[in-house]
């Protein structure tokens, strides 16, 4: 069983920064990949950004050029640097891994971003 707690989330001005962090539970971390999803109220949950256990990143093309996924293994935690927001970036991001053996999903409780003047 692997636990998820995110945190870092807030409010901010457009044009500000945030940074999000998920700390994990177990060592399966280590293995296997997370990726930061949002959900704004009234849309569908969204991948924003993922990293495999290696370190490769992919991010959604809404994000690309501003927000940064990064990964510590020896924290057991994953972050989410998040620049130049826009109000459209305002959701609840959740923290999700994927078990690298089972496949089995976890997910976060979820941290609220909220981006307006």
């Known amino acids: 069983q692997v636990q998820l707690v995110e945190s870092g989330g807030g409010w901010v001005q457009p044009g500000g920064s945030l940074r999000l962090s998920c700390a994990a539970s177990g060592s399966i971390f280590r293995l296997s990949p997370v990726a930061w999803y949002r959900q704004a109220p009234g849309k569908q949950r969204e991948l924003v950004a993922s990293i495999t256990s290696g370190g490769t990143t992919n991010y959604d093309d809404s994000v690309k050029g501003r927000f940064t996924i990064s990964r510590d293994n020896a924290k057991l935690t994953v972050y989410l640097q998040m620049n130049s927001l826009k109000p459209e970036d305002t959701a609840l991001y959740y923290c999700?891994?994927?078990?690298?053996?089972?496949?089995?999903?976890?997910w976060g409780q979820g941290t609220q971003v909220t981006v307006s003047s």
């Open positions: 999700n891994l994927e078990a690298w053996r089972s496949k089995s999903l976890y």
